[in-house]
């Protein structure tokens, strides 16, 4: 069965410290994999994406990490700010079908003064 | 520019009762996803629209769910006799295309509650 598991569920940081949130996978074939944040009462809107050659990409304070042979990648947001209290949400993209994108249910992440 | 947009962003209705969710997708972007939120859950795929392609309704839950796209563009999603679990938050998205790495742009989504 095709999942992607995100650990914490939850986080709660202060402001300016850093963090790092996870994402495990066992979808196949890969074609892709997206973090996304998601506000409260919004859509997700797209950080990053990265495809199976690609280890690690940046948004701004945003670095994404893939290790493609552990199924493993990571968000990792640098100097947090009030407004990175959101939901991520790491999306899995499989080569084949249709419904091809398969979601975590995120890690809700707070940042506190 | 004007992102995804839905409507109601809130639709509180009893049960039985039918209900129309509307979503106007991104000008030109000719693929548009349905999706829906439970609390707790991950998102869940429930039909998508290619150009005139015929739509995948792989992910519709029951019959009682049913979604048409217009002349391309806007689409609503129908929930006929609606049940309480299908409480949730139902999220549009539209992309460019349906390449791999075409970003899924959503809406801020509608917000069911069936009593």
């Known amino acids: 069965k095709n999942q992607v598991e995100q650990s914490p569920q939850s986080l709660i940081i202060l402001e300016g410290k850093n963090c790092t949130l996870q994402?495990?996978?066992?979808?196949?074939?890969?074609?892709?994999l997206r973090w996304y944040k998601q506000d409260t009462g919004r859509g997700p809107v797209s950080l990053t994406i990265m495809t199976f050659s690609e280890n690690t990409k940046s948004n701004g304070r945003y670095t994404a990490t893939l290790d493609a042979d552990t199924k493993q990648s990571s968000l990792h947001i640098t100097a947090s700010q009030l407004s990175d209290s959101a939901s991520y949400i790491c999306?899995?993209?499989?080569?084949?079908?249709?419904?091809?994108?398969?979601f975590g249910t995120g890690t809700r992440l707070t940042v506190i003064p | 520019g004007a992102g995804v947009s839905q409507s109601p962003s809130n639709k509180v209705t009893e049960k039985g009762k039918d209900v129309e969710l509307r979503c106007d997708p991104i000008?030109?972007?000719?693929?548009l996803y349905w999706y829906r939120q439970s609390l707790g859950q991950g998102l869940e795929f429930l039909i998508y629209?290619?150009?005139?392609?015929?739509?995948?309704k792989s992910g519709l839950p029951s019959d009682r769910f049913s979604a048409e796209r217009t002349g391309g563009s806007v689409s609503t999603l129908t929930i006929q006799r609606t049940q309480q679990e299908d409480s949730a938050v139902y999220l549009c998205?539209?992309?460019?295309?349906?390449?791999?790495?075409?970003?899924?742009?959503f809406g801020p989504g509608t917000r069911l509650t069936v009593l």
């Open positions: 999306v899995v993209s499989v080569l084949t079908g249709a419904n091809n994108l398969f």
């Open positions: 000008s030109g972007h000719t693929a």
């Open positions: 994402c495990n996978y066992t979808v196949s074939p890969f074609s892709n």
């Open positions: 998205a539209s992309s460019i295309g349906l390449a791999k790495t075409d970003t899924q742009y």
């Open positions: 629209f290619q150009g005139n392609s015929a739509p995948d």
